[in-house]
């Protein structure tokens, strides 16, 4: 950028200095030499005879002084001037003109003996005469021609300019790490123009404000805040960039150190709790610094940790996006779907972070508070609170990220969870026989309580909670449709005990028990045609109801022969039809649970033969022909 002075990286005094400079001045501390931008390569033969030179070809054989003519601190209407020397650097005498350019303001005036050469080592002086016509920047450049080739000088001519009298150095306070130092600086415009400004830094270091303008003579305020994450001396530069396009550099430095505040212990070991219960423990973390310093607990042992794992959320977060993305693309009927979806990503991030700061309320450790600032001169107390879900060891480190201490001070806490010593006052029934179908119940006393389920037991209640030293009483039920023994293992699920409680309940489930009051239905010589009845009782002697049927397997299935009145009509009928000769009454029925009921049985003879029947009892639910009573005739 024109005007800018040939050292780019200035501290705020070079650059006062040289802006409040004449252009004497400015050319009496310009020292410097830089070797000036060729234009063009000439074809030596045409203008001379000494086609080699040991100047590199890189260079002009002629070099200018200075390398760029800079007017400054002018004042419209005058006429200034600035010498031009070009030295010949060549071994030889040459050649060297400065080609007459149009220009307003800008004029050169050659040496009295322009046109003849220079002998080595000497240079031509040319004067170039600068005048104003206003309060502002000029470019122009010189083209110099010498035998072998044309280069330019530049030459600028700088206006007005602001100056802000920033110090060179802003050393900042000592800071504690993680905490913030600032030094406030008042800035004036002592330049003569007015000042628009950009201020930028880098970390561990900020600026206030970032940009201003200011007019000449006005002051502002520029803060500059020192916030180390690591300890040691710390250094940056403050880029003050004028609109004028010149850059200035300041040096901030800072030198960051740990405070002394630390963990009364790192290691915890907390007393043995049950389950369900909560034991507290304290720890202090102890200041020796003057001033407030906050402090976070977090489950992630550093920053590095803490950002990478909350990176892969991120990741996981983008992976699922694009999921969702590829499915609307092949189904796009999903896409309503969308808004939706994102909506739950934003809130599982949004908790993610609260998860952050809160990881440890969800665990059965916690620290109260999480977060929070420690005043100087205090000590601050964390509540290590223990609830056990479990019988088991508990073992985590936690770490609290305080200010004034660069890595995170750990914290180990080691506790016990106690399962409830819960005990059943016996674990094994022996039911013995049991009624299919009868409902028995079983008083169980737990000293501490909860339940489970058994194919034919219900309890009551199925759970509840037993207070310690207390004792439940828990009602068992057994309720069987089949028959048969059986060993059946409950099962006590207690809350925090490892191992569920077993209790054994066995027994063998019969059918009902019944008889009748006589061995065999004796009939004894009977009369062909003529009914005759016998009588007898069915005992039920169980405690559940039985519904049976009666029958006479191998009896005539066809028509009866009911009344002996009939006999002839029915024979005459039907002499093929193997009439039913038995009639039972009542052929089936409920019989309550111990009580009884009146059977009676009629023969009524058809054939004559010798009768060795039976009579059958099914019962319902458990099977048929449980029990037979011989049938004897003749
Ligand atoms: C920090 O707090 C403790 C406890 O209150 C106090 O004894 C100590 O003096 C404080 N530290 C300093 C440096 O004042
Ligand atoms: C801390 O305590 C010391 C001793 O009691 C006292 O001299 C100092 O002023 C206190 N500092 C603050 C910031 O309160
Ligand atoms: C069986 O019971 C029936 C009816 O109650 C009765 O008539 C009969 O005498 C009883 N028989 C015997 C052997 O007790
Ligand atoms: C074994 C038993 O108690 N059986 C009973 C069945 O029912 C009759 C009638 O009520 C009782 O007399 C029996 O004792």
Not at 220 to 249: A, C, K, R, W
Not at 514 to 532: K, L, M, R, T, Y
Not at 537 to 556: E, W
Request: charged share 20%; net charge negative.
């Amino acid at each position: 950028i024109a005007g800018v002075p040939v050292c780019l990286q200035v501290t705020p005094s070079v650059y006062t200095q040289e802006m409040l400079q004449s252009t004497e001045e400015r050319l009496a501390n310009s020292n410097e030499v830089q070797p000036p931008r060729i234009l063009e390569l000439l074809d030596m033969s045409m203008t001379t005879h000494h086609k080699l030179s040991l100047v590199d070809m890189d260079q002009p054989l002629f070099q200018p002084f200075p390398s760029e003519l800079v007017f400054q601190n002018f004042t419209p209407t005058q006429t200034y001037k600035l010498p031009l020397l070009l030295l010949n650097n060549d071994k030889v005498s040459r050649q060297v003109k400065v080609e007459q350019q149009d220009s307003e303001y800008f004029h050169v005036v050659g040496p009295e003996d322009a046109g003849s050469k220079v002998a080595p080592g000497l240079s031509a002086t040319f004067t170039v005469y600068f005048t104003p016509q206003e309060n502002k920047d000029y470019h122009h450049s010189l083209v110099c021609v010498t035998e072998r080739e044309r280069f330019e000088v530049p030459i600028c001519a700088i206006g007005p300019r602001a100056i802000l009298d920033f110090r060179d150095e802003f050393h900042l306070p000592v800071c504690p790490v993680k905490t913030s130092t600032q030094r406030t600086h008042l800035v004036r415009n002592i330049g003569n123009s007015e000042a628009k400004f950009t201020l930028s830094t880098q970390r561990p270091f900020s600026v206030t404000p970032s940009a201003g303008t200011l007019e000449v003579g006005e002051g502002m305020q520029v803060t500059v805040d020192f916030n180390p994450m690591t300890i040691g001396d710390h250094s940056q530069d403050l880029l003050l960039h004028y609109h004028t396009g010149e850059d200035v550099y300041i040096g901030l430095y800072g030198a960051c150190e740990e405070v002394n505040i630390q963990l009364d212990h790192d290691f915890v070991l907390l007393q043995k709790t049950y389950v369900s219960l909560a034991s507290v423990h304290t720890v202090s973390l102890i200041n020796s610094s003057g001033i407030p310093l906050k402090y976070c607990w977090t489950t992630w042992p550093s920053l590095q940790e803490e950002a990478l794992s909350l990176l892969r959320f991120k990741e996981e977060e983008e992976e699922e996006t694009e999921r969702l993305l590829y499915q609307c693309e092949s189904d796009p009927t999903e896409i309503h779907r969308l808004p939706l979806l994102s909506r739950a990503l934003q809130e599982l991030r949004s908790q993610a972070v609260k998860d952050h700061l809160l990881a440890l309320s969800h665990s059965c450790i916690t620290v109260e508070p999480a977060e929070g600032e420690i005043w100087p001169n205090m000590t601050a107390q964390f509540s290590i609170v223990f609830k056990p879900e479990e019988a088991k060891v508990y073992q985590q480190t936690i770490y609290c990220d305080v200010a004034g201490r660069e890595s995170r001070l750990p914290l180990t806490i080691k506790g016990e969870g106690l399962g409830p010593k819960l005990q059943l006052n016996y674990d094994l029934m022996d039911m013995k026989n049991i009624f299919i179908g009868d409902k028995d119940n079983y008083e169980v006393r737990l000293v501490n309580s909860d339940t489970t389920f058994g194919r034919c037991f219900s309890f009551s209640p199925e759970e509840g909670v037993v207070p310690s030293g207390a004792s439940q009483i828990v009602m068992v039920t057994f309720h069987s449709r089949v028959l048969g023994t059986f060993s059946e293992d409950l099962l006590l699920t207690v809350t925090g005990q490892p191992q569920p409680l077993t209790l054994t309940f066995r027994g063998c489930v019969i059918g009902p028990t019944f008889h009748f009051n006589i061995s065999e239905f004796n009939f004894g010589d009977v009369a062909f045609g003529f009914p005759q009845t016998l009588i007898c009782t069915l005992f039920n002697t169980s405690f559940v109801p039985m519904t049976f049927a009666l029958r006479v397997p191998g009896d005539g299935s066809g028509f009866h022969s009911m009344t002996c009145s009939n006999w002839q009509g029915s024979n005459t009928r039907d002499l093929r039809a193997n009439p039913a000769e038995f009639t039972i009454s009542p052929t089936a029925g409920s019989v309550r649970a111990m009580s009884d009921v009146t059977i009676k049985l009629m023969l009524c003879s058809n054939t004559v033969k010798r009768y060795r029947l039976a009579l059958v009892v099914d019962v319902e639910g458990v099977g048929e022909e449980i029990m037979t009573v011989p049938i004897n005739a003749r």
